[in-house]
C-alpha cells in the first residue's frame, strides 16, 4: 500500500514512516501542506495520514479535503499533539491523539484502508 505521510515534525516524521515501512508500505512522506497538496494532485497514494496543526497556510483537514477533491474515497487517518482540537467528524477517518505507538499508527492505516475496501451498496 502506498501511503502520504504529512508530518512537520521531522522526528515525528521519520518515526511514522518508519513504522509504516517495517510492515512493508512505502512511504511518501511531506513536511508541509503545500508539499502534501502536490503528491495529491498526482493520486500516489492509497491512504493519507495527516498532523492536523502544520506550520504553514494548509492545515490537515484543508489537505484531507483537498486531496479527496482529486480522490473522493482516499481513507484518512487525522494525528495532533494539541488536545484542544477537536477531531471533525469524517466518517471512517480514525483520529490519534499524539504521543502514539508505532503500532497505533500501523493499526489505523490498516483499519483505513480497510473501509475503503469494502464494497459500497
Known amino acids: 500500500m502506498r501511503i502520504l505521510v504529512v508530518e512537520d515534525d521531522s522526528l515525528v516524521r521519520e518515526f511514522v514512516v518508519e513504522a509504516l515501512r517495517e510492515v ?21 497514494a492509497d491512504v493519507l495520514v495527516t498532523d492536523i496543526k502544520l506550520s504553514g497556510k494548509i492545515d490537515g483537514w484543508q489537505i484531507a479535503e483537498r486531496c479527496r477533491e482529486h480522490d473522493p474515497e482516499l481513507p484518512v487517518v487525522y494525528a495532533s499533539g494539541f488536545s484542544p482540537v477537536k477531531p471533525r467528524p469524517v466518517a471512517g477517518s480514525p483520529f490519534l491523539q499524539k504521543p502514539y505507538h ?6 489505523a492505516v490498516s483499519d483505513a484502508a480497510a473501509g ?3 464494497p459500497s451498496n
Open 102 to 107: 508505532p503500532e497505533d499508527i500501523v493499526k
Open 24 to 44: 512493508g508500505h512505502q512511504v511518501i512522506h511531506a513536511a508541509d501542506g503545500e508539499e502534501a497538496l502536490a503528491w495529491c494532485g498526482r493520486r500516489v
Open 116 to 118: 475503503r475496501a469494502k
